[in-house]
Structure formats: C-alpha cells, structure tokens
C-alpha cells in the first residue's frame, strides 16, 4: 500500500521471560533463569522481523532494567519501537516459566499493575498506525476498559486508513481473573462473561487466530464447529483454527460439517520439547503469508513449520526461525524428531539470527600479567593506573565508532575492566 512503511504493528503484552534452565524439574525446583522477551504480541513482531518484515509494537514498559532490556533486544531483533513508551509509576511485566516434560510447562505471570496494562488510547499515535499495513491486537489487552480502549482507536485508525486487522485471541484464563496466580498453565476455564466482551469486537478483524480453546471461547460453547458458527455469525474474517500436532486449518466462508473440510497446509513429524510461545512463532509465520498474498495452503505450510521450529527448542522469541532458516527447513525436510539436536538447522538457525554484524574488530588487549609482574618496579598498584590509561587511549581512538573493543584481565586491571 501507499505511504505504508510498516508491514505490521503489534499492540499489547511485553514481559520479560525467565525460563528455568533446569529442564524437567519444578518451578520450584529452578536455580538458574534464562532471560529473553516475551509477551504474545512482543514475540509476533520479533517473530515478523526475523522472517523479513517490518515490525512494530505499541506496549509499555518500565523504567528500570527489564523495560530497558525489552526495548534493547527489540532493536536487535529489528522491530521498530517508537510505539514502546517508558512509564515512569509502573514496573515491567515478569514471567517465570518451566519445562516439566512433554505435557506440562509451569508458568507464573508477575503483572499486578504493570507497565503493559496501562497502555491506554492516549498512547496510540495516528502517524505511527497509519505507517502500517497491518495492525495485530491480542486477547490479553481487551480484558479491561483502558487498553481495550488503545486496542479499538489502534483498529479503527487502521481500518479507516485501509490497513488489515487480525486477532490472536491469546486465551489466558488467569490474565482475565478466572484463576489464581498458580493457574498460568490453565488454557481454558469457561466464561460468558469473557465471551460477550470478546464477540464485542470480533466484527472489527480481517483475521481472527486461535486454538480450538480459544474457538470455544470467542463462541461461547465447546462444541468446536458450533463454536466456529458462532463466531462466523459476527465476522466475516478469515478464522484460523490451530489444532495442535495435526496443523491449523482456515475457514473463508461457512464453517463447513467438519474441520478437516477447510484449507489446511501440511504438518511436520517433530518432538514436541517446549510448547509455551509455539502459537506466536505460528502467526509470524502465518503473517508473513497473508501479508505478502500467498494463498492460505502456502501460509499455513509456513505457519507450521514455524510453529514445529518454536516447539523445539528453549525459550519463545530466541526459538523462532529467520527466513533463510525457514527456507532450509522447508527444502530439506525434517531429518530428526528432535530439531534441537539437527547439527545443520541449528547451525543455520545461529548464524542467520546473530544480532549485529561485525566485520572488522579494533580490539586494543593489554590483559597481561606476567609480563608486567615480572618489570622491575611495577608494582599492582602501578600496573593498574597503566591498564587505566590504556582504557582512556583505547576509548579515545574508539570515539563512537562500532567494531572497537579492549581485552583486560580482572586480576591487575580490575578497575579498567569495571570501569
């Protein structure tokens, strides 16, 4: 389109995700946390970057430490964060996160008052939604007045500027108060209450997402095909039912009398590692289809293979595939269950995902000790004040040049390397 300089805008959830490293064990078991970002939209806009798209997000975060890491790793990943706005009362969203084994993955949310929920309609800026061909909202953020509020003015600036709309309905029961803070797990607790607030808004997207759970939800009864009436009834989007190790399938008209009627792509064979973050790591994939006008059976084939990707490894975002690793994937083939041990993926899945690139390296190394030591005279005292005047040459030359960087020793140039 025109004037689009944005494939797609994310809004909603941003958190921090500490996933234990102790893989099979409890939460309460953990004694070491691997840190990455998180929060559905967050992981789609990643996800669309890292496939080729431009990628935005509105959210908030904190101003602390964690809020700075989001918006840190987000340039890195190539999202545009314009939309990420700092609040200054509020702190940026946790998650504690688990692989127990196949079937159980523990989570705990830590977002009492946090930074993402206060989004609210005054946050969404006009220019911003009007760079964007498509805006993309999840469940999460219309669970209460204020960000539904930034929600609908984000949608209707969009639909009113000729850009898509699409809905990942991101189902957590907890998130919506149906559950305690040890129910993150939980995918699916009954709610007319949650129904009728979803249906007020399912007529406003071209594209609706979500799991046969999620169906019941937005239809209001766990009858999957009546659940899927139900909400053709409201919208005429495009529904993307995703269906777990059998693929998603898409319905453009009327629900047909079985699921397996509709437009399906193909699965993939693969061991099922880690499935927390698998449904955002899905819609990259679906969106980077859609949004360049390939058919449904071609963004759904795409759509899975990212998905089987995001199964099989650890942590959400991290997991996801480049568009070159979604290519050599796609023409090779699955040659191991167990993707994470597949030598020649992972090594394309690393290298076409570094952040930065850094093809000469200035690098200043005065990391010696022995050699000092053994300098008349040079006592530690004296050795360090060198190593400190090193450091102030070595930041001179460098100015603010990328690609400069010093070697030091924390034993005699302790206070050059903490400097």
Same mark, same amino acid.
Request: glycine share 12%; aromatic share 6%; proline share 5%.
């Given at each position: 389109m025109s004037g689009k300089t944005l494939d797609v805008i994310t809004i909603g959830r941003a958190s921090v995700d500490l996933y234990g490293a102790?893989?099979? *064990?409890?939460?309460?078991?953990?004694?070491?946390?691997? =840190?990455?970002?998180?929060?559905?939209?967050? %992981?789609?806009?990643?996800? &669309?970057?890292?496939?080729?798209? =431009?990628?935005? $997000?509105?959210?908030?975060?904190?101003?602390?430490?964690?809020?700075r890491f989001l918006r840190e790793e987000l340039a890195a990943e190539g999202v545009d964060v314009r939309g990420v706005i700092t609040?200054?009362?509020? /702190?940026? @969203?946790?998650?504690?996160?688990?692989?127990? #084994?196949?079937?159980?993955?523990? /989570?705990?949310?830590?977002?009492? %008052? &946090?930074?993402?929920? @206060? $989004? &609210?309609? #005054?946050?969404?800026?006009?220019?911003?939604?009007?760079?964007?061909? &498509?805006?993309?909202?999840? *469940?999460?953020? /219309?669970?209460?007045?204020?960000?539904?509020? @930034?929600? +609908? =003015?984000? /949608? #209707?600036?969009?639909? !009113?500027?000729?850009?898509?709309?699409? $809905?990942?309905?991101?189902? +957590?029961? %907890?998130?919506?108060?149906?559950?305690?803070?040890g129910a993150g797990e939980e995918r699916f607790i009954d709610s007319p209450a949650v129904t009728a607030r979803l249906q007020e808004t399912l007529g406003l997207f071209d594209l609706i997402v979500g799991t046969e759970e999620e169906f019941h939800i937005a239809g209001g009864t766990t009858d999957t095909l009546a659940a899927l009436r139900a909400v053709r009834a409201l919208t005429d989007a495009t529904l993307i039912c995703k269906r777990g190790p059998m693929g998603a399938v898409a319905f453009d008209g009327d629900i047909p009398a079985r699921l397996d009627d509709g437009i399906s792509g193909p699965g993939f064979p693969i061991e099922v590692f880690n499935v927390l973050g698998a449904g955002d790591g899905f819609m990259a994939g679906l969106l980077r289809g859609w949004l360049r006008g390939e058919g449904w059976r071609t963004s759904l084939t795409w759509a899975n293979a990212c998905g089987a990707l995001a199964v099989s490894r650890h942590g959400c975002t991290p997991a996801y595939p480049s568009w070159e690793e979604l290519q050599f994937f796609l023409d090779r083939g699955v040659t191991t269950p167990a993707l994470r041990h597949d030598a020649a993926l992972e090594q394309v899945h690393w290298s076409t995902n570094r952040h930065g690139d850094w093809p000469v390296m200035r690098v200043f190394a005065f990391d010696h000790r022995a050699?000092?030591?053994?300098?008349?005279? @040079?006592?530690?005292?004296?050795?360090?004040?060198? =190593?400190?005047?090193?450091?102030?040459?070595?930041? !001179?030359?460098?100015?603010?040049?990328?690609?400069?960087?010093?070697l030091c020793d924390g034993r005699l140039g302790a206070e050059a390397l903490h400097a």
């Open positions: 102790q893989v099979g *064990g409890r939460l309460e078991d953990m004694r070491s946390f691997d =840190k990455y970002i998180g929060g559905s939209p967050t %992981n789609i806009a990643a996800g &669309c970057a890292r496939l080729g798209l =431009k990628s935005a $997000l509105i959210t908030r975060v904190g101003d602390e430490h964690m809020g609040d200054p009362e509020r /702190l940026t @969203a946790l998650v504690l996160l688990g692989i127990r #084994d196949r079937e159980h993955f523990p /989570l705990i949310f830590y977002r009492e %008052n &946090c930074a993402d929920m @206060a $989004l &609210c309609a #005054d946050d969404i800026d006009p220019d911003l939604i009007a760079r964007a061909g &498509c805006v993309v909202a999840t *469940g999460t953020h /219309l669970s209460h007045p204020r960000t539904e509020a @930034a929600v +609908r =003015k984000a /949608l #209707d600036l969009a639909r !009113a500027g000729g850009a898509r709309t699409a $809905l990942d309905i991101d189902y +957590r029961p %907890n998130l919506w108060g149906l559950a305690g803070h050699q000092f030591e053994e300098m008349p005279g @040079a006592s530690p005292a004296r050795i360090g004040a060198f =190593k400190q005047l090193c450091l102030q040459a070595a930041r !001179a030359v460098a100015g603010d040049a990328p690609g400069h960087g010093i």
